[in-house]
């Protein structure tokens, strides 16, 4: 079985100083398809129909609307409108209001880049452990890592067969790797809050000054701007 995606932005981002490769690849990721969604993707049919049926999350709509194509954005958001006007029929009972209700609520749930990424991302998940257990210099890269986030660790370990033979060593090295970033991490969020006492008010923050945007990173994710 070959890899599932190419490996060069892997190496790339896990060589990058930062709490979490995987939320440096899915920036990228990200990125891509906001550039697809801009420019040739909103002539396409097949996606003019995905995001009728899907639509945007706020975090995207944002992120669209923030780049320079307004045009591509309000077409397909028009696309989207035309889809929930189906659901706002009126209703005549409380039951099928409810019904209504639900149907809204799940409706403003879906979004279709965020599927779009996700599918990426297994990929990525699948790739990084094939590469634990077919590229011996990728092992060190991994263990000099500073760690992932939650999200990223978690989707990690959900992946970890597809290491192969070295599926148990895989989880092993890195539930340590995460374990051990975690703990420098709260090493310095610790530091942080002690450097609140009077009596530690010439000690030097050094990297404890970082330390809370390095655990809301750890927690939740690298901040997308």
């Not at 660790?153 to 070295?166: D, K, N, P, Q, V």
């Amino acid at each position: 079985m070959g890899y599932h995606i190419d490996t060069g932005l892997i190496h790339e981002k896990f060589k990058v100083d930062c709490e979490c490769p995987l939320c440096e690849i899915q920036k990228v990721v990200e990125e891509q398809f906001l550039y697809e969604f801009l420019n040739d993707a909103v002539m396409e049919d097949n996606t003019r129909i995905k995001v009728g049926q899907l639509g945007f999350c706020s975090k995207h709509f944002d992120m669209l609307f923030s780049r320079q194509n307004k045009l591509s954005v309000a077409l397909q958001i028009g696309t989207r409108v035309d889809q929930l006007e189906k659901l706002l029929s009126d209703k005549k009972s409380v039951s099928s209001a409810i019904k209504q209700a639900n149907a809204l609520d799940k409706a403003s749930k879906t979004c279709v880049l965020c599927d779009y990424v996700e599918d990426s991302m297994v990929k990525y998940y699948k790739t990084i452990a094939q590469m634990f257990e077919r590229e011996r210099e990728f092992y060190k890269t991994l263990i000099k890592s500073k760690g992932f986030c939650l999200h990223h660790y978690a989707e990690l370990l959900r992946y970890s067969r597809y290491a192969g033979f070295l599926a148990k060593d895989y989880v092993g090295v890195i539930a340590g790797v995460e374990k051990r970033n975690l703990e420098r991490v709260r090493q310095d969020l610790k530091k942080f809050c002690d450097k609140h006492d009077y009596r530690n008010a010439l000690e030097p923050l050094g990297n404890a000054e970082t330390a809370l945007p390095r655990m809301r990173e750890k927690l939740y994710g690298k901040k997308i701007d």
